[in-house]
């Protein structure tokens, strides 16, 4: 790994102009961005460190809202996000449980793994991203694998979730890295279902509309057992391949509906 | 470089790091910790798992400049005060819960972890908090075995089921 | 009652408390004085021609001590393959040099062609990477598949192997005519053709190596993750470094397990070595665990097709099988020999068949060396002929149990020679099917299964019967067959003045409880307490010649070679006693560590003895030497053939593939047990690794020869998830007859035995749930290969 300047700011206002400087990079958890370093894969000159930000972490309930500081931990989120249990659901099954003391929200999104498994949340929930400039709405956070809205110098503060009345994620591991090799997320509202599936397509997490459509008039798992996804936009490799994955997807569409 | 210090095993201990320094390496380069070991480059063995504040981390991955002024705690310092075995280590003797014993010290601390947050876990509880801690040796049945026992229930009748 | 002490006691571990409390000591826990850094350059790409390397800005970059290349070992020795293969028309085995360092050529992802040392490890990885960019690399095609790499001249692996075959080998060679005579006039013939997969062994910890050099004395020392550091020494002194054998001390500290992979020579050793001594400053070396995927020894890969012919009634009247082993870009030490005499002389397995023949190919390719991990050549038997067996039994419409029980050799028939040369000396298969069955409950399976499907899950019971030849080996068969070593093992029981014991034993412990096990055969065998006895292993500086450990040898070889030290122990001891006692030797008994003239209550206790043998001062010299210290060297008289049943109980989930293994049941005969506790953490462990190899394991790497399984990421272990508690019996015993302690080996069967039973397991859920058209899956049986198997 490549040295560099370690800061540790603690305010938003302090990291804001911490990383504007040529070459920092945020920290949060460092459970991706450190194995990345290793494999010098990244080599930022100066590092951030967001989790000594005392305003950026905790999970706070108003009404139907739940906020998410961007530096708390998924363990934090499994514990204390109980108004949105399948949201904490989601959080306790993250990695590992070294991983899930570690790893934060914020790091998760920025990050957008194709096969990890808060993007699912946030996009099936119409969740807001609260960044140190602006607020982005979930749709338009998305911007394929390992792609966000996120500008330079822009980091996370916080995420926003509506809470749905009827919600679960299904995920079913990828055998080595137990990342999602699919993963689905189903969230009922009063306007309708939203469903987002994680871990299976090329351009990272997606909107499934069919699904939406089926399960908005119909909210059981049969509704959508004749649906199919088409195979050649997903992911094919030697954990799956794009037939295998698109089935998958609609199987973890099914158990999260009847799960939720 | 810069200095940083910490508690480790009750002890006030401080070393000049880089900013690259990892935990892993300020604990076994720095202070001679060699319990913890290092078996992976991706963040995934767990053979490396220490308490930070009271949690299980992967010391691999978390730089030590991060966790300044925390409290860490390593297999160095799980025996009892007179230097017996403390219950978790005890009960991985007892029952075999380690052959090579590389993947041990991140196992106890793991379990450790567990038993604080759940002191009665079952079978599978046990399997999926050691998720992140991979073992060749053993397959995994006597580590199991080990956490049942320390948590106070009778392993070898559960594995028995 | 359960014994607390002595042989077939279940001794708590000693070993455990220092590896509980932190404080074992592995390769790279070790700080030297004045140590320095190597970091190795690989290559990128699976086949190329070194055209330049400039060391010269990586060698003037900051805390850079010396740069090597392949060029610096051109001249001295290769590493070399420990056995000598020879071809079905007579020709011996082509055997490429393998170099320290890649030198004009590299011939897989990870070879190492030239090496960096630094004042740190950040220093010499950053001088590294400058030389890695400053080294030019003409990328040649990538031979990776075995079909097409052999018979390509054009395309080599090694310029001068014109066809990237090692050895075309038949077993035996002289059966072949019946073997294709009895197969034509078969009424039944079950073909199929399978994969043996690829494996990255992962011993959790990485391979380390620390070289030394003191120039006062011209010594070396090499301190290594090994299994057998007398072998280790042989190798780097004699054939790679030429460096005298009394010279160099190999140590192989704690050690974080094996499998195999810490058998072999490995190019990092010599360099450290080399390097200590052109620098006189020690240099160490710590593999990252990318590393290990890339440049340790790799397991299996095998492709593989067996016939078994039979009659209607399932008795067995031929095995053919025809196999294509990877032996990768080199010949690691043992990888001659894991296809051949590791295979092919077990494919037999525990049936009276009365025609086997074998035939093995083995390629070179551009991918990492393949050797033997744990099981080596056995498990890929057994897989074979289990689920060809298996194949057999649905075809015919017959009872898998039934068609074991009729075939297998009967307990009046030892000792058995096999069409495939091994001559077994006991078993008794029929008592562990029996015993496996009734632990299974198979009778109440039927119940379980409708509980399954009630669930919407598929339940299935796969079956494994399983035999292996360990304890490896008789020296002088072993010759005959073209081993280039010895195999057998030694040991010297030093007791001293005080009375407590020293053994200095050949085998080396890296999880296997040598420490402990080894003190409970001294205390049974001289009636001292376990606690008065140490066991010395791991440094040529202390331990007499002795071959390591592997293929379940520790007990079998090491451990036999150790009784007879005692016996000489106790010999010598009468011989002081009767001095001592005033009595003829003839008259002087040994028992319970008491000397005594029989027939009176004249005795000496073995302490006395002890301490007599060092005061002597009123020995008769000429006829009594001081001291009392014995070494026994032992070469078996035969192979031991532990062998074993084992019932796999799994669940599909068909709509995703996911296999969940519900219950794994194992019979085992290991002939005498020595510590009960650490044979069934021996079974665990092998079982955990051959679900592992069945369900999750492989290796991959795409057509350009890059490793697509580098990492945690991609390479899958079996976590505890992955695995049920195991139920481990081994109470069906038949003593091996040709060894004094009556032992088999323990620690490879249960990754030998449990790969089949959980395919056979798979593919039994499948057809039951009504997926007939499924006979075949290839391991690992991943959820993407079982539901693309049922929709495909
Ligand atoms: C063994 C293992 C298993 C895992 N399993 C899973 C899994 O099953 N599912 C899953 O979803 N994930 C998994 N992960 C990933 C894990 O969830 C990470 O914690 C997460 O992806 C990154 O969060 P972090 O806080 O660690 O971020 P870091 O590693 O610190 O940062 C990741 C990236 O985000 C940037 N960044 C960090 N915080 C912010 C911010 N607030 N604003 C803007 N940019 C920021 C960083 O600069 C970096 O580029 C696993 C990781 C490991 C090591
Ligand atoms: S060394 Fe930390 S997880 Fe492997
Ligand atoms: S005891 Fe060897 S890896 Fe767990």
Redesign the interface.
Known sequence: ??????V?PASVAEAVKALSADGAQA?SG??TL??T???RLAAPTM?V?L?GIAEMKGVKVDGRTLTIGAATTH?TVAKEAAAYPALANLAGGI?????R??GTIGGSLANNDPSACYPSAVLASGATVVTSKREIAADDYFQGMFSTALEEGEFITAVRFPIPDRAAYAKFDQPA??FALAGAFVARFAGGVRVAITGASEGGVFRWAEAEAALSSNYSADAIKGLSLDPSGMIGDLHGTQAYRANLARVMVQRAVAAS | M?KVAMTVNGKAVSGEV???T?LSAFL?EGQ????????????????C?VH?DG????S????A??VAGSSVK???G??NADGS?GVI?QA???H?G????????GM?M?SA??LAENPKPS?QE????????????????????AVLAASGQDANA???? | MPKDHGIGAST??R????????????T??M?VYGQTYAVFVRSQVAHGRIKSINTGNAAAMPGVLAVFTGEDFKDVGGNPAGWLIKSRNGEAMREPKRPVLAHSKVRHVGDAYAAVIAETY?QAKDAAQQLADDTEIEELPAIVDMAAALGNTSNRVHDEIPDNQCYDWGWIEDNRAAVDAAIKAAPHVTTLELVNNRLVP?????RASIGEYFPGTGDYKLTTTSQNPHLTRLLVAAFVLGIPENKLTVVAP????G?GSKIYHYGEEALVLAAAKKLCRPVRWTA???ESFLSDAHGRDHVTKIELASDLEGNFIAFRTETMANVGAYLSNFATVTPTFLHGTLMAGPYKVPHVYVNVKTVFTNTAPVDAYRGAGRPEATYSLERVVDKMCRELNLDPFEVRRKNFITTDMFPYTTPVALAYDTGNYHATLDKVMEMADVAGFEKRRAESAKRGKLRGMGLSTWIEACGIAPSHLVGILGARVGLYDAATVRVNATGNISVMVGAHS????HETVFPQIVASKLGVPESSVEIVHGDTSKIPFGMGSYGSRSLAVCGVAMDKALDKIVAKGKKIAAHMLEASEDDITFEDGRFSVAGTDKAKTFGEIAFSAYVPHNYPLETLEPGLEETAFYDPANFTYPAGAYICEAEVDAETGKVDILAFYCADDFGNIMNP??V??QV??????G?GQALVENTYYDSNGQLLTG???DYA?????D?P???VDYSCQTPCTHNPLGVKGCGEA?AIGSPPAVVNAVIDALQRGGHTHVTHIDMPVSPSRVWSAING
């Open positions: 790994m490549h040295n560099f300047d370690f540790k920290l460092g459970q450190m194995p370093m290793k494999q590092l460190s989790t363990a990695g590992d449980p070294a991983v003391n570690r890295s137990r | 810069t880089e900013g690259r990892l076994r001679g910790l060699t319990g913890t070991h290092v078996g992976c480059d991706t963040s995934q063995c767990g053979a798992v930070v949690k299980a981390v992967k691999c991955t978390v730089f400049a991060d390593t297999i160095e799980m025996a075995l280590q991985f003797q007892d075999h380690l052959q090579c014993g590389f993947c041990t010290p106890v793991s972890a567990l079978e046990i399997r999926e908090y050691l998720e992140g801690n991979i073992c060749r040796c053993t397959g995994y049945h006597n580590i199991v075995k559960i594995a028995a089921e | 708590k571990r070993e455990d408390v220092r590896f509980l409390t932190g404080k074992g000591v592995y790279d826990d700080r950040a992962n011993a959790m910890e990485p704690d050690v974080g397990g499998f990252e665990r990318s890296h999880g296997q409880g506790m650490i069934e953490g665990h462990g092998g079982v955990g690794q679900i990492s945690y990421m272990m079996p976590r505890a998830t695995v508690f195991y139920t249960g």
